[in-house]
């Protein structure tokens, strides 16, 4: 199986029981030491600090608010997931359901578990070669930076005379070093959506998307 899935990867590893790691899900092992989420921890930084990198040296004009734009695509949990399905990630993850492999987050999970893998197999060098071969095709020089979903919902809201978006904290998880904030966002005369993330950022965003699908059926 890890020969297979070397391939695809790009990447050999001198530990194979590093991918094997990366690979299982919670609902296998609830071991630390045994499933990928200490991996995807890991992983999650890498893959952030390297398209920041990235973006920062690509392109060398654009002020900070451009670059977060394009950085929060890349690194977004849809993204990550559609990576993952490129590598055929969800045919070689160690799951108890197999309904687990369809999931968004997990596949998001699992390839930044990868990430974190190849890192701890070899060093960030190769972590970061990773991540630019595989994020490469994504990011364009020719094309402007895609709006952020909160910046567009602000612009949509205003459009169809709801005022502004409205951002409330409503429930923090999890530990110090691993949080899961709740944030909903509200307007005028709408029940609220509430978007999940690992900061308040991403759980704006995620908010700021469900109410701007939302506004599509109004």
């Known amino acids: 199986m890890t020969d297979a899935l070397e391939k695809i990867l790009g990447y050999s590893y001198k530990n194979k029981q590093l991918l094997k790691q990366a690979l299982t899900h919670s609902s296998v ?31 060398p004009h654009e002020p900070e608010g451009s670059l977060s734009q394009r950085h929060t695509a890349l690194v977004c949990k849809e993204t990550v997931a559609m990576i993952a399905q490129r ?11 197999e309904e687990i492999r369809d999931n968004e987050n997990v596949l998001c999970d699992v390839c930044e578990a ?57 429930s923090r998880e999890g530990s110090e070093h691993e949080p899961m904030f709740h944030i909903s966002v509200s307007l005028k005369g709408l029940a609220p959506e509430v978007g999940s993330g690992k900061n308040k950022k991403l759980a704006e965003q995620e908010a700021a998307s469900k109410m701007l699908k939302k506004l599509e059926k109004v």
């Open 114 to 170: 990868v990430i974190g893998s190849i890192y701890e197999d070899a060093d960030c060098d190769k972590a970061i070669e990773f991540v630019q071969e595989h994020w490469k095709e994504l990011i364009d020089k020719n094309v402007a930076p895609p709006k952020d979903a909160k910046t567009l919902l602000q612009e949509v809201a205003h459009a169809k005379g709801y005022g502004a978006p409205v951002y409330q904290l409503e």
């Open 87 to 97: 590598l055929q990630l969800d045919k070689f993850m160690i799951v108890a359901n």
């Open 29 to 59: 092992s609830s071991d630390v030491d045994k499933n990928y989420e200490r991996l995807e921890f890991l992983g999650d930084r890498v893959l952030g600090l390297t398209i920041a990198a990235l973006l920062y040296k690509i392109f």
